[in-house]
């Protein structure tokens, strides 16, 4: 197996020889055959172990039994220990999200506070099996079945190659000691059903399932492959980008033969779950839309929009007399002129200073809110009416800003004034406002 693994390590990941590794060990099986592999090729390695104190004794016995090791090796040791009941309980998660958030959150910081280049984990080939059972029984795309991959960002998994009876079988030829986790022995959690009561059975079926699933792993990663390079090509056909906004052209994407496969891949990033609703976005009333995590996806006339949630509706801000610019949460400039600019544009406005009070209010609209538009003879229209007459998607209404003196709004900034406060001929101070 060593040979093996440095055959592999020398053609798949090369570039770990120069670099610094961090090895997450638990003390089991995988991870100890794991540190002696890597301790017998010579790799540069620190080991770092989490203790979540789920098992009593056994896991304080846990991280004394890999302290030791690291000591006998002459290798750096970090160790930690977490709440996890109670950080799972915080949070809402269950015991096992909350273990692997936990520890991967401080192996992030790890890697950051010790300049050290990549995190190894000891996941090998049974563990991608179990991985594509559980997606498979659970509903997923092609990504769902392909496995762990070999490396995501700086994680990487050197023996997904081998099977767990392989490493076994390394550890009895090299009395390798490792702790059993008597958590491991339970059917409580579904990964270990498949493990004692699913897996055996495959191979029971076909002794040689393993290489069997490695080939059928090996070919759903290629066909993986090519649907990612027709998403990007069908994406440039389909998808336009600005504002840092993604616009999916609907009648574009209706074209294609499958369109929601597309969708699929283009989303899926972005944390969507209900996909039947997305699917019928297209086809559905403008304004209505999907939101997952911290996105939007909205449909706006002959467009599907991907959007940030906008932030800071209910935030305000104030600009104080003297004044003359503020950055935030856009940019308006403010001046004392002598003369109005017949010919500006919708980005500027011109008012009677005198008639507003300081400081002035810069906020988001709220339900209620009317103004007076200027060429309407100081008749009352409500903001929400001014907004569906001039036609504003529900981006562009979240987007807008009123510029108010107290409650009474003197500008939809950058769309129409207010003629309470326009300039007449008795006015003695007149300040320009323009957007920069």
């Not at 996941?123 to 079945?145: A, K, Q, Y």
């Not at 998403?231 to 294609?256: P, W």
């Not at 036609?391 to 979240?398: A, G, I, T, V």
Request: include cysteine.
């Amino acid at each position: 197996m060593l040979s093996k693994l440095k055959n592999h390590l020398d053609i798949a990941l090369p570039f770990l020889r120069e670099r610094k590794l961090l090895l997450a060990v638990s003390g089991g099986l995988d991870s100890m055959v794991l540190s002696d592999l890597l301790r017998q090729l010579n790799y540069e390695i620190s080991i770092a172990h989490c203790n979540f104190n789920l098992r009593g004794n056994e896991s304080d016995g846990d991280e004394d039994f890999i302290a030791q090791y690291a000591e006998e090796n002459n290798l750096h040791f970090f160790v930690t220990r977490f709440d996890t009941e109670t950080f799972a309980s915080d949070h809402k998660l269950s015991i096992q999200i909350a273990a692997r958030q936990l520890r991967y959150l401080w192996f992030d910081e790890l890697l950051r506070e010790n300049n050290l280049d990549h995190l190894l984990t000891a996941h090998h080939l049974d563990d991608s099996i179990e991985t594509f059972l559980i997606n498979l029984t659970r509903g997923t795309g092609l990504e769902g079945l392909t496995g762990i991959p070999h490396q995501n960002g700086k994680i990487i998994r050197p023996l997904l190659p081998f099977t767990r009876d392989e490493i076994l079988a390394y550890a009895k030829e090299n009395n390798i000691r490792w702790r059993e986790d008597s958590s491991n022995a339970s059917n409580k959690y579904l990964r270990n059903k498949l493990r004692h009561d699913v897996l055996p059975l495959l191979k029971e079926l076909n002794p040689a399932f393993a290489d069997s699933f490695r080939h059928t792993l090996e070919n759903l990663q290629q066909s993986r492959s090519l649907v990612e390079d027709a998403s990007v090509l069908v994406y440039k056909q389909v998808v336009s980008e600005r504002e840092n906004k993604k616009h999916f052209d609907i009648a574009k994407l209706k074209r294609l033969s499958n369109y929601k496969a597309y969708l699929y891949q283009w989303l899926n990033p972005f944390g969507f779950t209900a996909w039947e609703d997305i699917y019928a976005l297209a086809d559905a009333q403008s304004g209505k839309y999907i939101v997952s995590g911290s996105f939007r996806l909205l449909k706006d006339r002959e467009v599907l929009i991907l959007e940030l949630l906008p932030e800071g509706l209910d935030k305000v801000f104030e600009i104080h007399y003297g004044q003359e610019q503020i950055n935030e949460p856009i940019s308006l400039s403010l001046s004392i002129t002598q003369t109005i600019n017949k010919n500006a544009t919708k980005k500027s406005i011109f008012v009677d200073n005198q008639l507003i009070n300081y400081p002035l209010i810069l906020r988001k609209w709220k339900d209620g809110d009317y103004f007076c538009p200027s060429r309407m003879n100081g008749q009352r229209k409500k903001i929400s009416k001014f907004f569906k007459d001039e036609k504003f998607s529900l981006s562009e209404k979240e987007n807008a800003w009123l510029l108010c003196s107290g409650e009474e709004v003197i500008w939809v900034v950058g769309h129409r004034a207010d003629e309470r406060f326009k300039v007449r001929g008795n006015t003695n101070t007149i300040l320009k406002i323009e957007v920069l």
